[in-house]
């Protein structure tokens, strides 16, 4: 069964990154991983540029992006261009849908955990305004393990899913190589490229795989 790691930054094309692709596939590679999907900060990649990396690397490189939108950060695979107006959450779920594409909740802890409570405490409340968040009516499944999070904010994501009763993903959110191998997502099926990604995503074939712990 393939693991993929769904959510990855390089530079230039993320400014927070110091990976460059061709270290983020090496790494990948020596991780275990069989492929890794390019989810720049609201950047696309150009999906003939993201085939030739894979093609020099003979790995599989999915192009995809993270959009910023005011319900939380998303994953996007299945657009291959900014649109204006696709940070706001109501009018990305209709492009995705529209070129048969797929959306995951990433990192949900964030703007959802209180800083009092990310190390103790009881977060019941927390949860309960964090489920009123529309984000969840509009994606396929939820990053329920992210690399750079905390095990006690990861555990806070894994509830939200449980009750949003969606499927999980894990991703490492990698902006340096050492961020790379700590996560992944196992598919139940064979993934060649971005239509078979999709296809599982949506079917929710998929869990998430810890594989490195902080």
Partial sequence: ????????????L?????????????????????????????????HATAAELGKRHDFLVIPGVEVNTEF?????????????GMHRLRELTPLVRGAGGAMVFAHPYRRQLPFEL????????????????????HVDAIEAYNGRGTGRENDFSEEIRL???LPGTAGSDSHQASDVGACATEFEREITGLADLIAELKAGRCRPVVMRTP
Avoid: Q, Y
Avoid at 72 to 84: C, P, S
């Fill in 1 to 12: 069964m393939p693991l993929i790691d769904l959510h990855t930054h390089t530079k230039p």
């Fill in 14 to 46: 993320s400014h927070d990154s110091f990976l460059a692709p061709d270290d983020l596939v090496d790494a990948a590679r020596r991780s275990g991983l069989d492929g890794v999907c390019l989810t720049e900060h609201d950047f696309f990649w150009d």
């Fill in 72 to 84: 939380g950060h998303i994953l996007v695979f299945g657009l291959d261009r900014f649109v204006f």
């Fill in 118 to 137: 990310k190390h103790a405490g009881d977060w019941t409340d927390a949860l309960t305004r964090a489920m009123a968040n529309e984000a969840h009516d």
């Fill in 163 to 165: 009750r949003a009763e």
